[in-house]
Structure formats: C-alpha cells, structure tokens
C-alpha cells in the first residue's frame, strides 16, 4: 500500500495570487523577488551564500516550471532544460486569510471560510478587558508588550526586564494570534504552558486563532535564544479534515514540528518535534523509516518563514532553500514503491515586500516519487487539491472542498 509525504516548507510562495490586490500583495512574489535579489548580487553574503539562486534538485521536479505557470515569468537561476521530472504547478488559496493554520486547513481539505479576529496595530494592542480577564485568572501581576512586534526583537527588547520582574511578554501579529514569550528557567515552562492554556479560553469570543507560547533561553539582551519548545493552542478546524479521515481509516499520521499543534492535537497520532529546518527534516526521515503503508507524513519546516521571511532577509531565505535542495536527494532515496512526495507552502511571506507579513500567494505545488511520470498539473483553484490528492493516493475518501490532480 503507498505512504505519502507531504513537506510544507512555511511561506514559500510563487507569486501573487489573483486576489492579493485585496490583502495588500499584489505583485508579490517569495520565489521571484529572492531569485531575483540572487541573480543581481543582493543575495550574497559573506560566508552564507554568492550567486544566482542554485536549487537544481526542486528545478528538475518542475519549481522553475511552476513559477512561470504562476506569474508567467521565467524565474532567474531556475532554467532546467527539458519536461520536467515530477508533477509541477501552483495552488490558489480560498481561504479568508493569509495565515498559517488557514493555508494548512486548507492544504487539508477544509478552507476556512470565515474571518478570524485581529488586533488592531495600537498600543496597547490587546483589549483592556481581556487582558485585565487573563491577569486575574493566571495570577499575574501585568504584562510587558502589549504590542505588534517580530518575536526576536521583543524578546531582545523586554527580555530582561521580564526576568526581573517575572511579567510575561504579550505581542501579536498581522495573523489572528496572541502570543506568550516567557524565560524557561526563571519563569518556567509549565508554568508559560498553562497560562497560554488560560489565554486560549479566554481568547476564544475574539475569534482568534492560535495562541503561541515562545519560550527562551539566556541570560542577557545579547543571549536570548528562542527554543524548540514552543507550543500553539489552536482552535479546531470547522470540519474533518484530511487527518481525520486517515485516522478514521486506521491510518497514521505523522505530525513534524508544529503540525499536530496547527490541528489542535487533532488527527496526529505521532509527533516529531525538532529546532530549525535541519532537525526537522531529520525527523521526516525518521517519521520515513517508522511509517507503515497506507500512512502519512505531514511536515512543516518553518525556518524559512520564522527565520527569514518575516525577517526580510533575502541572503538568508535562499541559503536555506539552497540547504534543504541539497538535502531533498536524502528524502526522495527513503522512498518505497508506491510512495508519494509532495513540495508546497502554506502562504507566502516575500523577504523584499513592506512590512514583515505573509503576503498572499500561490504556492509550488510539486510531487515526486517512484514510478511517477512528470507531468503539468496546472493551477489549482484550491490548496484543498494538495490534500485532496494524497487522499486518492491513499484510498480514502475524498473530500468536498477539492479534487484530485492524480
């Protein structure tokens, strides 16, 4: 029976969808700007990278093919010759936001049709009242933050003070979140998950999405380091997904990084968790050598969206692109007869564009695997066709939102 593994590489995008005019995006373009930058020298730097964008292993599968499908321009550095090897084209997102757990909802089958709650760019940026709820609850004595801000900088900016005072860091996003960032060992990590476990009920009248709790480690602005312990409380997806339905079936589904959070613990019966894109794409061998037939991998590597994206640093996006290309040969030599590989991105997050958001994007959407002839698979009206697919390659049911490009 074949297995599937499905690699989300987090704010891949190929270019501004047909709607990104609505969100802001238009002429946005995760793959073409950083290409670009690389083609002209403003991808260099010393010691990471130099020169055009080099990714021959995902070019050969079709991504150079799927970039100009989605923008209708070539994508410099990506100029494979000949009909690509793998399953190549693009997906549009339907769903009413440019977040993570809409493009992985979608991604597995169920769009998210409503609007999420947001926090206005104010400060402060969290109602009075909900703030004054949580700090009654958890027994706190205020918060620091209150604000919009890149975890990094908040972190470096009112770490200390945090450690002083033992006040945990509030902060938001562009996305429908709140998040926590708290000091492991002076404040505790149990101690941050149950106030994030307080958080997400009180949040939930605002319609949010996820609360996340970011702990971190040192003892100074200079040593804060962010780890590998984060955890999302997300709300449930308004109907069965993709998991379910393989759970259902007797399946089982592996969760790398912070996918079995995304679901709300949901139709994930293994979990691997790992720190970086490495790690992770460690643990999705290993998920490779554990997984039995009919099984699923569902993978997310967020480096290129924690890391790079939101952080505007376009020499550092393409070194890790260029790290996981030359480490993608190791995945595809895992693979049994019968096995499907599938390369996507749940939104986009261009390392050139205003501000440090997602950008609303199409996404690569990439398949390989053994005995699997390449082909053009176009683009699809729907990120629910990514998960569609691996439903039909699996034998389960499909599902309503999407269909199969198999």
Known sequence: MPRAILCVLDSFGIGGAADAADFGDAGSDTLGHIAARCANGEGDKDGLRSGPLHVPNMDRLGLGAAGKLSTGRDVPGLDFAGEPAGLWGYAAEVS???DTPSGHW???GVPVRFDWGYFP???PTFPDELIAKISEKAGLDGVLGNKHASGTVIIAELGEEHVRTGKPIFYTSADSVIQIAAHEEHYGLDKLYELCEITRELADPYNIGRVIA???VGESSDTF???????DYSVLPPEPTLLDRLTAAGRTVYGIGKISDIFAHQGVAKVLKGAGNDQLFDKTLEAMDLAGDGDMIFANFIDFDS???HRRDVPGYAAALEHFDRRLPEMVGKMREGDILILTADHGCDPTWKGTDH???NVPVIATGPGIAGRGVGGRKTYADIGESIA????VSVGPNGSSFL
């Open 307 to 309: 890391l790079y994206g």
């Open 225 to 231: 380091e962010r780890t590998a312990n984060r955890r």
């Open 392 to 395: 039909d390659h699996l034998g």
């Open 106 to 108: 979608e991604i597995a």
């Open 96 to 98: 009413n936001g440019k």
């Open 214 to 216: 970011r702990p971190f």
């Open 359 to 361: 950008t609303r994007e």
């Open 121 to 123: 760019e104010t400060i």
